[in-house]
């Protein structure tokens, strides 16, 4: 559809960066375009805070994990007392969202439970509509599975402000990515901005089943000690740019912010700072691993991904919050084909874009943290 086309629709369509992509693709990687429109004003007088986590249940609801404590003075001046101004008021931490916007349900926030997260991260619902969820706070050492109304069910580990330590099974450490394989009843976490490894744990009881650190190494392979790299970020912010004649970095460097799971079997786990994805069988055998913008300084360029719609799901999204773009690429070498988005503030652009969520009918949800604290929707326009 021409784009004057689209723009009496109300959308807008997303062209690429410049920067160099593979010659020769066919036209089948997928193309969005943005819906301003999506989702509908807050109810109850509400803002948006941080989103630290998405996800999609079976019913095709977009589930948000936003941070209620992000909110700033001035954003909630219709909650100090007197009034400062007519908006707003904090927003429950959790949110179920229809296709069409509408808030559904919301329960959650500081003091729910007791081990509420201290800075709201991951989040996922798996297929009987249990809410997973974590945190990336400094005593965030838990996961916690709760019923759709928002009853607990189930804690992985508890607070805790214990040292970091690759090596206990019984605390994580400020988890970042949640996933559920149902049918093998198992739990996938990506842990996480304190730990540098992937562990599974079985999903009705909670009991630790397995785990590595990069390249597949057994947990007992993984240091503990701050890394001089991480330690740099702490201080800066920044990183060393990757250099090609540089070895790989042979730890996941902290955070390891997502683990993915593909419908041929494969685990998909984002090294944020090392500006790589790597890929291994469910069980931890390391098969492959390709990087995205290696050069890439600050925060690093794989925060999440997200599969293709079509059923061989040809292509990964990565979602990179440094640069404020999703690179979609080929999944079987890693090579860039396309993108979506551009730093900035306007609808289809980012600012500290940080988790992308689809449908069944592959249309994409993304949210911000920071100062973006903002949802979008991008709905597949080619297959």
Request: overall charge negative; proline content about 6%.
């Amino acid at each position: 559809m021409p784009r004057s086309r689209w723009a009496a629709l109300g959308l807008i369509v997303l062209g690429s960066l410049p920067v160099p992509f593979a010659r020769g693709e066919t036209s089948d990687a997928p193309a969005y375009a943005v819906d301003p429109f999506w989702p509908k004003p807050l109810p109850n007088n509400w803002i948006m805070g941080q989103v630290g986590g998405m996800a999609v249940d079976t019913h095709d609801h977009i589930w948000v994990l936003q941070r209620p404590r992000s909110a700033t003075e001035d954003e909630l001046g219709a909650a100090q007392v007197p009034p400062r101004s007519d908006c707003c008021a904090k927003t429950p931490a959790v949110l179920e969202f229809d296709r069409d916007g509408n808030v559904l349900a919301s329960w959650g926030g500081p003091d729910f439970v007791p081990d509420w997260p201290t800075n709201e991260h991951a989040l996922w619902v798996d297929k009987a509509g249990n809410v997973w969820m974590s945190g990336a706070g400094v005593d965030d050492r838990q996961v916690i599975k709760f019923s759709s109304d928002g009853h607990q069910l189930l804690e992985i580990g508890r607070k805790s402000k214990a040292p970091k330590d690759n090596q206990d099974t019984s605390l994580l450490g400020r988890a970042a990515g949640i996933e559920v394989d149902d049918d093998a009843h198992e739990v996938f976490i990506a842990d996480g901005y304190l730990n540098n490894r992937v562990v599974v744990y079985d999903s009705d009881t909670g009991k630790f089943k397995r785990g590595w650190g990069a390249y597949g190494v057994s947990l007992a392979e993984i240091p503990n000690v701050v890394e001089h790299i991480e330690a740099e970020v702490a201080a800066t912010g920044t990183i060393a740019p990757y250099a090609p004649a540089d070895p790989p970095a042979k730890q996941f460097r902290s955070p390891v912010h997502c683990v993915r799971l593909s419908l041929d079997g494969l685990v998909y786990v984002c090294d944020r700072h090392n500006d790589r994805v790597q890929v291994f069988t469910r069980e931890g055998k390391f098969l492959r691993e390709f990087q995205v913008r290696p050069a890439t300084l600050g925060n690093g360029s794989t925060w999440t991904v997200a599969f293709s719609h079509d059923p061989a799901q040809k292509y990964l999204l990565v979602v990179d919050g440094e640069n404020n773009v999703i690179w979609v690429v080929r999944r079987t070498d890693g090579v860039i084909v396309s993108s979506i988005g551009h730093s900035g503030r306007n609808a289809g652009q980012f600012h500290w874009v940080h988790q992308a969520v689809m449908d069944s009918n592959g249309n994409l949800y993304t949210g911000e943290v920071e100062t973006g604290k903002r949802l979008q929707k991008f709905s597949l326009t080619s297959r």
